[in-house]
């Protein structure tokens, strides 16, 4: 004797499995710029401005192909400085702006990526 049985929402449930590989990929990017963004802003904020060129050095670059995102000082006439500031020299106090603005925005990836993936399924 075959029993049948009949599932209700079958192909609704299909549908939204077809979606996830896209909205992961979606929200991921999206959590890459938004964390590179909190990043590079933080990190502008605690960034010394004696002379402001430090400050405008600070830039971003995401990568959504590789999944990556950095934020750091990519000018060559900057790096050193950049450098010599956030550790500091035998002759100058270190003044962290980049590793603390790291360390601020890491606990927030996770959820972002969270918010994004269910905004990206169709979710709230």
């Known amino acids: 004797m075959a029993a049948r049985i009949r599932l209700e929402g079958l192909q ?29 802003n933080t990190a502008r904020d605690k960034a010394p401005r004696d002379r402001g ?17 950095d934020v750091g000082v990519w000018e060559a006439d900057q790096l050193e400085y950049a450098m010599y500031v956030e550790k500091g020299t035998s002759k100058m106090e270190a003044q962290p702006y980049l590793v603390p603005a790291f360390n601020e925005h890491r606990r927030q990836v996770t959820r972002t990526y969270r918010a994004a993936f269910r905004r990206h399924m169709g979710g709230a």
């Open 12 to 40: 609704r449930a299909l549908r939204a499995i077809e979606r996830v590989p896209a909205a992961m990929r979606q929200a991921r990017n999206d959590t890459l710029h938004e964390w590179a963004d909190n990043v590079q």
């Open 53 to 69: 060129e430090l400050f405008q050095a600070l830039d971003q670059r995401v990568n959504e192909h590789f999944g990556r995102a």
